[in-house]
Nanobody, 125 residues
Framework: QVQLLESGGGLVQAGESLRLSCAAS????????MGWFRQAPGKEREFVAT????????SYADSVRGRFTITRDNAANTVTLQMNSLKPEDTAVYYC??????????????????WGQGTQVTVSS
């Protein structure tokens, strides 16, 4: 079991940065690949970034590559998403998720067994 709690969302202007954090509890964090997904109003949940159990490899959606960075600290049971150069189209609820069966991470939401409650990110133009 892994319990996840996101924080760090908020309202920013286009071009600014935010740092999302996901605190995990439970025995399986270091054994789980982690991912960030997002869901905008009226749209399906979409992949943002994933990181393997060990921290590499990492993978990003084309829409965020070069602007977002995912990292993890297995000692602290946390995963972060640094978001730079934010755009209005990045507005969404962002979810942290844990995958126990895909050690190198995954872009598919179906591989993730555990999800946080989400944190709202709003980017104004």
């Amino acid at each position: 079991q892994v319990q996840l709690l996101e924080s760090g969302g908020g309202l920013v202007q286009a071009g600014e940065s935010l740092r999302l954090s996901c605190a995990a509890s439970g025995r399986s964090f270091s054994g789980s690949a982690m991912g960030w997904f997002r869901q905008a109003p009226g749209k399906e949940r979409e992949f943002v970034a994933t990181i393997s159990r060990a921290g590499v490899p990492r993978s990003y959606a084309d829409s965020v590559r070069g602007r977002f960075t995912i990292t993890r600290d297995n000692a602290a049971n946390t995963v972060t998403l640094q978001m730079n150069s934010l755009k209005p189209e990045d507005t969404a609820v962002y979810y942290c998720a844990a995958a126990t069966r895909t050690p190198n991470g995954s872009r598919w939401h179906g591989d993730y067994a555990y999800w946080g409650q989400g944190t709202q990110v709003t980017v104004s133009s």
